[in-house]
């Protein structure tokens, strides 16, 4: 028998202000998944935005907590930090978001609010249930829901969902895909969306 061992490839945190090419930095981050130690990790606020590429000099996990050394090998800056930050955002953002967001109809919801389970063909197709990440609702929508009748958004609380939920590589990202059913009362609030003038969607969640 064999054991996982889980690894990072980005350290998120808002502690370094003043990075330089070649400096050495301590670090502290709380789980149990370690970092490569021989190719490059990425350094992100924890909003995502890109600062550098960095290389774990050493690192020791104990009781929950990984503690080490970082050298810095190259900063981004100005168009290119804001291109690899909607990188970061896109792929990675709607991992850190409590919600996932699944578009529908209001004929679709209110019958899944009768019977207690959103149940769509998918399943029996793929095995799942698409999801979104906020991100990624405009493109989903625009490609899909154009011709929808009274379109909404679904706001699903990851914790109250019963089948197990992956995130799993589509276009544009990782989009959060719920194998079985959705039981309803995971849906902790609906918002109804609608094209603007110009012919699209641009979604803005309501908090």
Same mark, same amino acid.
């Given at each position: 028998?064999?054991?996982?061992? =889980?690894v990072n490839s980005i350290l998120r945190s808002d502690d370094y202000d003043d990075l330089k090419i070649g400096g050495i930095y301590?670090?502290?981050? @709380?789980?149990?998944?370690? $970092? $490569?130690?021989?190719?490059?990790?990425?350094?992100?606020?924890?909003?995502?935005?890109?600062?550098? @590429?960095?290389?774990?000099?050493?690192?020791?996990?104990?009781?929950?907590?990984?503690?080490?050394?970082?050298?810095?090998?190259?900063?981004?800056e100005g168009a290119e930090q804001k291109i690899v930050t909607d990188?970061?955002?896109?792929?990675?953002?709607?991992?850190?978001?409590?919600?996932?967001?699944?578009?529908?109809?209001?004929?679709?919801?209110?019958?899944?609010?009768?019977?207690?389970?959103?149940?769509?063909?998918?399943?029996?197709?793929?095995?799942?249930?698409?999801?979104?990440? @906020?991100?990624?609702?405009?493109?989903?929508?625009?490609?899909?829901?154009? @011709?929808?009748?009274?379109?909404?958004?679904?706001?699903?609380?990851?914790?109250?969902?019963?089948?197990?939920?992956?995130? =799993?590589?589509?276009?544009?990202?990782?989009?959060?895909?719920?194998?079985?059913?959705?039981?309803?009362?995971?849906?902790?609030?609906?918002?109804?969306?609608?094209?603007?003038?110009?012919?699209?969607?641009?979604?803005?969640?309501?908090?």
């Amino acid at each position: 028998m064999g054991f996982k061992i =889980e690894v990072n490839s980005i350290l998120r945190s808002d502690d370094y202000d003043d990075l330089k090419i070649g400096g050495i930095y301590d670090f502290e981050k @709380e789980g149990s998944r370690i $970092f $490569f130690d021989n190719i490059p990790v990425w350094l992100t606020r924890s909003d995502w935005t890109a600062l550098a @590429e960095i290389s774990i000099i050493s690192q020791t996990r104990k009781n929950n907590v990984l503690t080490g050394q970082f050298q810095v090998d190259y900063l981004y800056e100005g168009a290119e930090q804001k291109i690899v930050t909607d990188v970061f955002i896109r792929m990675y953002g709607g991992l850190s978001d409590p919600y996932i967001y699944i578009l529908s109809s209001q004929q679709e919801y209110k019958q899944a609010e009768e019977s207690g389970f959103l149940v769509r063909d998918s399943i029996k197709d793929v095995g799942f249930i698409h999801a979104s990440p @906020e991100a990624e609702l405009d493109r989903v929508a625009n490609k899909y829901y154009k @011709e929808t009748i009274d379109p909404l958004v679904m706001i699903v609380d990851k914790k109250l969902v019963k089948p197990e939920i992956k995130w =799993e590589p589509a276009t544009g990202g990782l989009y959060p895909h719920i194998y079985g059913p959705l039981n309803m009362d995971a849906v902790t609030k609906i918002q109804e969306i609608a094209l603007a003038k110009d012919g699209d969607f641009h979604i803005h969640i309501h908090s």
